[in-house]
């Protein structure tokens, strides 16, 4: 867990433990996972060097997060040097995918702003959002 969350004491910690297993994602895990989840939903395989596509970053980077999901037991790699997501991780992304599109469509929708300039902005304000309020997103 991130030095953040060792300030919370007492029910604060059961609170965040018990609404966010996954413990709190920075804005470059959020994205990388909402990038997989999104590339899932349109193919049968994700490859590292489809991520890389979708994300603009070089393998070296992708492959650097990706050892860190699969540490965190958010990914697998397959044989086939296919990535899928473990039941774990499916939950995460899916949970983390729904609460960024309401945010987003929350931003471009309710305040007209930049579809690109919402997404980045979704992704930082989830990574900052307080485990009781994303749960009411989702």
Known sequence: AYARSASLVGSEMCIRDSANIEG???????????????????RQSVKPVDIAAALEYSRASVSRMLDQFEIKGIVLRNKDKTISFTGKGEETASRYYRAYLKVKDFLTGR???????????????????SPANFDKLV
């Open 24 to 42: 709190r994602m920075s804005a470059s895990e959020i994205k990388y996972l909402i990038a997989i989840f999104n590339l899932t939903l349109s």
């Open 111 to 129: 305040f007209c702003c930049n579809e690109n300039i919402a997404s980045k902005d979704a992704v930082r304000i989830l990574s900052n959002l």
